[in-house]
C-alpha cells in the first residue's frame, strides 16, 4: 500500500506531461495554420494592388505555375501567378525569397510586365529590426515603391545597388543589408524573367532567317 501513492502520483505527473506536450503541439500547429493563412490573405490583397482588376480578366491567385531556381529565387521551387487579359498573359507576380536580411529570410512578390519592367514589388513576411528594416514594408516607407517600372535596363544591370555601393538605390540610414538584400533579389527575380521570358510568357520562340 506504501507504494500505491507514488504509483499515482507518478502516472499523473506523466499524464500531466502528455497533456502539456498535446497542448504545446496543438498550439504550434493552430500558429503556423494562422501564420500560413494570415500570408496568404496578404499575398491575395498584394496581387490585386501589383496587378489591379482592370488590366486582368482571370483569377490570377489560381493561374499559377511552379518554376525552380534555387540560386535566383531563394527556395528549390518558387510559384509564379499569371496575370491575363484575353488570354494573352500581360505580367507575371513572382514569390521568390531572399534569404540574406539582417534578421532572416525575406518573402516577396515581384510582379513583372510583358515588357521587362516591373509592376511592382511587394513584401509578404520578414523579421528585420523594427524601426529600421522594417521601412520595406509599404506601410512603414514608400522604399518599395522606387521599383515601380523599373527594369535591368533602368537602370543598367550593374546599377542594381543601394548608393552605398554605387548603384542607383537608397538605403536606410543604420540599416543597409535589408535594402541591399531586397534590391539583389528583385534584381535576381527579373534575370531569371528575362532568362525564362519564352516559356514564362507563352510566347512563340524567334525563328531565324533561313540563309539566302
Given at each position: 500500500?506504501g507504494?500505491?501513492?507514488i504509483?499515482?502520483?507518478?502516472?499523473?505527473?506523466g499524464?500531466?506531461?502528455?497533456l502539456?506536450?498535446?497542448?504545446?503541439?496543438?498550439?504550434?500547429?493552430?500558429t503556423?495554420a494562422?501564420?500560413?493563412?494570415?500570408?496568404?490573405?496578404?499575398?491575395?490583397?498584394?496581387l490585386?494592388?501589383?496587378?489591379?482588376?482592370d488590366q486582368?480578366?482571370?483569377?490570377?491567385?489560381?493561374?499559377?505555375?511552379?518554376?525552380s531556381?534555387?540560386?535566383?529565387?531563394?527556395?528549390?521551387?518558387?510559384?509564379?501567378?499569371?496575370?491575363?487579359?484575353?488570354?494573352e498573359?500581360v505580367?507575371?507576380?513572382?514569390s521568390?525569397?531572399v534569404?540574406?536580411?539582417?534578421?532572416?529570410s525575406i518573402?516577396?512578390?515581384v510582379?513583372?510586365?510583358?515588357?521587362?519592367?516591373?509592376?511592382g514589388v511587394?513584401v509578404?513576411s520578414?523579421r528585420?529590426?523594427?524601426?529600421?528594416?522594417?521601412?520595406?514594408e509599404?506601410?512603414?516607407?514608400?522604399?518599395?515603391?522606387?521599383f515601380?517600372d523599373?527594369?535591368?535596363?533602368?537602370p543598367?544591370t550593374s546599377?542594381?545597388?543601394?548608393?552605398r555601393?554605387?548603384?542607383?538605390?537608397?538605403?536606410?540610414?543604420?540599416?543597409?543589408?535589408t535594402?541591399?538584400?531586397?534590391?539583389?533579389?528583385?534584381r535576381?527575380a527579373?534575370?531569371?524573367v528575362r532568362?525564362?521570358?519564352v516559356?514564362?510568357?507563352?510566347?512563340?520562340?524567334?525563328?531565324?532567317?533561313?540563309?539566302?
Amino acid at each position: 500500500m506504501g507504494n500505491l501513492p507514488i504509483l499515482i502520483s507518478g502516472a499523473l505527473l506523466g499524464l500531466f506531461g502528455v497533456l502539456g506536450a498535446g497542448l504545446v503541439g496543438l498550439s504550434h500547429d493552430l500558429t503556423e495554420a494562422r501564420i500560413i493563412q494570415n500570408e496568404r490573405e496578404s499575398l491575395l490583397r498584394q496581387l490585386r494592388v501589383i496587378v489591379p482588376d482592370d488590366q486582368a480578366d482571370n483569377d490570377i491567385s489560381t493561374d499559377v505555375i511552379e518554376v525552380s531556381d534555387p540560386t535566383r529565387l531563394g527556395t528549390p521551387t518558387t510559384r509564379v501567378y499569371r496575370a491575363k487579359l484575353s488570354g494573352e498573359i500581360v505580367a507575371l507576380v513572382l514569390s521568390p525569397v531572399v534569404t540574406q536580411g539582417y534578421s532572416g529570410s525575406i518573402r516577396l512578390i515581384v510582379g513583372v510586365r510583358q515588357d521587362g519592367t516591373l509592376a511592382g514589388v511587394r513584401v509578404l513576411s520578414h523579421r528585420e529590426t523594427p524601426g529600421l528594416g522594417d521601412k520595406i514594408e509599404v506601410d512603414r516607407s514608400d522604399w518599395i515603391l522606387d521599383f515601380n517600372d523599373r527594369s535591368l535596363v533602368s537602370p543598367p544591370t550593374s546599377q542594381w545597388k543601394v548608393k552605398r555601393d554605387g548603384g542607383a538605390f537608397d538605403q536606410f540610414t543604420g540599416a543597409t543589408i535589408t535594402p541591399r538584400a531586397v534590391v539583389r533579389g528583385v534584381r535576381s527575380a527579373l534575370e531569371f524573367v528575362r532568362q525564362n521570358e519564352v516559356k514564362l510568357f507563352e510566347r512563340q520562340p524567334a525563328i531565324a532567317e533561313a540563309e539566302q
